[in-house]
């Protein structure tokens, strides 16, 4: 087996891990960095239209989920209720979004985007076509197809050891 040392990058190489082989642990740091770069660049993109990162999830949440609760919102975001109310706060300071109570049940607050949060979420699709452009949109239909497959096949093994 191949012995590397890290280079002092940004990325760890990952190599020697008792009981995988060679191709396993290539792959595992070669996904690794995929998952980095994509994080970096998503931030970079957002971040230069002033976006924060807990605020792209909630307003992609709102504006699929219109009148969504907190509490749902808090589980599809696997997020405590308390940082959700946080961010809630934080975007509705902003006039991102508007609460109201619930015509038929009172004691529920319904989450709506303002006209800025529409705007706002907008932009933010803007940035993702950008992003997917920049990135999947490089790769040929074949090589889209062929990531997507193994992709769904490594959600799958993932998903069954939860």
């Known amino acids: 087996?191949?012995?590397?040392?890290w280079d002092g990058g940004q990325e760890p190489v990952f190599f020697d891990i008792p009981g995988i082989n060679e191709q396993s642990t290539v792959l595992f740091h070669n996904f690794f960095r995929a998952i980095r770069l994509h994080h970096q660049l998503m931030f970079k993109l957002m971040s230069e239209k002033g976006f924060y990162p807990g605020q792209s999830a909630c307003l992609?949440?709102?504006?699929?989920?219109?009148?969504?609760i907190q509490r749902?919102?808090?589980?599809?975001l696997r997020k405590a209720a308390p940082t959700v109310a946080v961010m809630l706060e934080?975007?509705?300071a902003a006039d991102l979004i508007v609460r109201r109570s619930d015509e038929e049940d009172r004691r529920l607050?319904?989450?709506?985007?303002t006209e800025k949060g529409k705007a706002l979420y907008d932009e933010q699709?803007?940035?993702?076509a950008q992003f997917i452009a920049?990135?999947?949109?490089k790769m040929s239909s074949e090589q889209q197809s062929k990531l997507s497959d193994l992709l769904e096949l490594f959600c799958r093994f993932a998903a069954e050891e939860l």
């Open 90 to 92: 934080k975007m509705e």
């Open 60 to 68: 992609l949440i709102i504006a699929n989920y219109p009148g969504i």
């Open 125 to 128: 699709n803007a940035v993702l």
């Open 109 to 113: 607050v319904r989450i709506f985007l």
């Open 134 to 137: 920049s990135t999947f949109g």
């Open 1 to 5: 087996m191949r012995r590397r040392q």
């Open 72 to 76: 749902e919102m808090a589980e599809k």
